[in-house]
Structure formats: structure tokens, C-alpha cells
């Protein structure tokens, strides 16, 4: 099992602010992908990172994949109450199967 | 479209009932997963579903039973459940299984599954 740890576990931040969300492991991942779950929802994907250094930009969002492809982060500008759910990563690989991280469950106040 | 369906959407069982969740995708989808969802943590993989077949069981107890009748269809049967299977069930479905393609899975809703 490919464990990955998600930091920070829970972030609460008022609207406008930046952030960033880390997901690291001590394994390498063939790519990783992002997922935000909103409550009541189930995660939809974000983004695919495939190529080590990658950075990738979907509107005020950007992620990075690390350069050993071991660590990824997703920032947030300027954040808004719509960014409000629980962002996931989890790496691609192996038989199909994927393992989620432990999730940070961001809040944005308005 | 780019849908997955899943019914009902809230379900409230005693301990002794038998019932089923069921999952839909028209997407030509070969893979059909089941996820079990604690509030505040991450979906844990249950069981995976490659070309109609069973390809994953994550250690899941006999009391949940995955059926795929067809590439569109999952079902989930539950029986003798106990109130620590409360959750939320997700199916999920992606291209293929093949190891070299990243695939992307797209989530369905959800059933909120309630153990009395």
C-alpha cells in the first residue's frame, strides 16, 4: 500500500486568503491525481500530474508535482466559500487501484 | 455524459434487513469500483470490478456482496449489517484497469447508509 499524508488535516480561512496543501510520501508515483469532495458529493477530479516538476494551473489553483514525483501540493489564491470541501490526492498506479490521502477538509469564510 | 448514477440516495436498514445499492454509467466504462466513506476521511477502496469481473476485495466482510451484471451496472447487496457500516458508499467507474494509462475515475453521488 502506497500510504500518503495530506497536511494540513483541516484549514479554516477566510475568504481571500491564500493556501497550501501538501501530499507527501516516501513512495514514487507514476502520476497522482487531485479530487475535491463537497459535502454530500463524491470527489470529483481536479487534475492529473504526470511528469516530475509538472505545474499545473486551473484558474486560481495551482499544483506541483515534485521533482522525485514523491510529493505534490495544490495552492489556492485567493480563496472563496466555493473552494469549501475536503481535497483529496491519490496516486495512480499499480493494478488500477488507488489509495486516497487522509483528505484536508478546507472551510472558507465569507 | 459523463454521469454515474447511484440509488437510492439515502437508505436507513435494520440489522436483520437485506438491501441493495445500485450503480449506473453509459460511459463504456470497463471498471466499476465500490468505496466506503467515514464522515471527515477518505474514501476507502472496497471492491473493484474489471471487465464484469472481480479483480480487487479489499479484505471486505461476506455481509457486503458486489455484483456486476453488466459493463453498466454495480450492485452492492448488504446483509446482517451492524451500525459501524454507517456511511457513505461511493461508486466510482474508470476507463480500464490497464497499468499504464492513467485513468481517471468519476464519482457517482453516493448512498448515505444508515445501520439501525
Known amino acids: 500500500t502506497q500510504l500518503l499524508e495530506q497536511s494540513p488535516q483541516f484549514l479554516s480561512i477566510q475568504e481571500g486568503e491564500n493556501l497550501t496543501v501538501y501530499c507527501n510520501s516516501s513512495s514514487v508515483f507514476s502520476s497522482l491525481q487531485w479530487y475535491r469532495q463537497e459535502p454530500g458529493e463524491g470527489p470529483v477530479l481536479l487534475v492529473t500530474v504526470v511528469t516530475g516538476g509538472e505545474v499545473k494551473k486551473l484558474k486560481r489553483l495551482t499544483f506541483q508535482f515534485g521533482d522525485a514525483r514523491k510529493d505534490s501540493s495544490l495552492h489556492i489564491t485567493a480563496a472563496q466559500p466555493g473552494d469549501t470541501g475536503l481535497y483529496l490526492c491519490?496516486?495512480?498506479?499499480?493494478?488500477?487501484?488507488?489509495?486516497f490521502g487522509d483528505g484536508t477538509t478546507l472551510t472558507v469564510k465569507p | 455524459d459523463t454521469e454515474v448514477t447511484q440509488t437510492p440516495k439515502h437508505l436507513v436498514m435494520g440489522m436483520t434487513n437485506k438491501k441493495s445499492l445500485k450503480c449506473e454509467q453509459h460511459?463504456?466504462?470497463?471498471?466499476m469500483y465500490w468505496y466506503k466513506q467515514k464522515a471527515k476521511k477518505p474514501p476507502e477502496l472496497m471492491f473493484v470490478y474489471s471487465y464484469e469481473k472481480l479483480s480487487i476485495n479489499e479484505s471486505v466482510p461476506s455481509r457486503f456482496s458486489p455484483e456486476c451484471p453488466n459493463s453498466s451496472l454495480l450492485n452492492l447487496h448488504l446483509h446482517a449489517l451492524q451500525p459501524e457500516d454507517s456511511a457513505l458508499y461511493l461508486c466510482?467507474?474508470?476507463?480500464?484497469?490497464?497499468?499504464?494509462?492513467?485513468?481517471?475515475?468519476?464519482f457517482g453521488p453516493g448512498t448515505r447508509l444508515t445501520v439501525t
Open positions: 460511459m463504456g466504462h470497463r471498471a
Open positions: 491519490a496516486p495512480v498506479g499499480g493494478a488500477g487501484k488507488s489509495t
Open positions: 466510482a467507474s474508470s476507463q480500464s484497469l490497464v497499468t499504464w494509462a492513467v485513468h481517471e475515475q468519476y
